[in-house]
């Protein structure tokens, strides 16, 4: 279902200058927030769009992150655990593959890191950290069409290489996956979730000068 609300008016200047401090001191106090790393705009000619996938939902009270505090997604002999815009929580299941040093060590593993990947290795399941989130950046999928979806992408620098892990998060009413693990480099992943926080708010945006008209559309 779709809610349009539909406003008209003139904003004085003095008033346009308070809204937009306003705005600028809510952005700057959300750069404190793990999540801030999944908010973003984007302009589409007279559309903007904005997504913020760690806010709630309906169903959805953290967003895109999994109430679990990690999704789990396998392909091949591999297996990848990951947070989106936050770091990972392990209170079941965690990993039990060897040299996690990086990513909580032993005891702590995956605690310390927001993707961590296992590769079979001569019999033994050898980690790798692939994300963290100081890394995480966000993007529209499709600049062309950017309700299809967003990608959440993360990165880690480590002794030998650097690795990366990328999430396509596409607009979808219900949440499936995550799925299609690839490795599409030498240290670098990539996985499929369908989510509702991969759809974003849309605003249209009309007029001259200080006066302005715009509807707000929630998708």
């Known amino acids: 279902m779709r809610r349009r609300i539909q406003a008209a008016s003139t904003i004085p200047f003095n008033l346009f200058?308070?809204?937009v401090s306003v705005a600028i001191l809510h952005r700057v106090g959300s750069l404190n927030s793990v999540s801030a790393v999944c908010e973003f705009s984007f302009l589409?000619?007279?559309?903007?769009y904005n997504f913020s996938l760690a806010s709630p939902l309906p169903n959805f009270p953290h967003g895109v992150l999994s109430e679990d505090g990690f999704y789990k997604v396998g392909a091949n002999k591999t297996v990848l655990w990951f947070q989106l815009c936050s770091g990972m929580i392990f209170n079941h299941d965690p990993p039990t593959c060897v040299d996690c040093l990086d990513c909580g060590g032993p005891s702590r593993c995956?605690?310390?890191c927001s993707a961590?990947?296992?590769n079979n290795v001569k019999g033994y399941d050898v980690c790798t950290?692939?994300?963290r989130v100081s890394t995480t950046t966000a993007s529209?999928?499709?600049?062309?069409?950017?309700h299809k979806g967003v990608v959440i992408k993360m990165s880690s620098a480590g002794a030998k290489n650097l690795c990366s892990f990328s999430?396509?998060?596409i607009c979808d009413t219900e949440v499936k996956g995550p799925h299609s693990l690839q490795k599409v480099g030498d240290c670098d992943y990539a996985a499929v979730l369908m989510h509702p926080s991969g759809c974003g708010t849309i605003i249209y945006v009309h007029g001259k000068g200080w006066g302005w008209f715009g509807t707000l559309m929630v998708v």
């Open 167 to 169: 999430v396509s998060v």
């Open 44 to 48: 589409d000619g007279k559309k903007i």
């Open 140 to 146: 529209v999928m499709d600049s062309q069409n950017p």
């Open 17 to 19: 200058l308070v809204i």
């Open 129 to 131: 950290t692939v994300g």
């Open 116 to 118: 961590l990947v296992a």
């Open 110 to 112: 995956g605690m310390e």
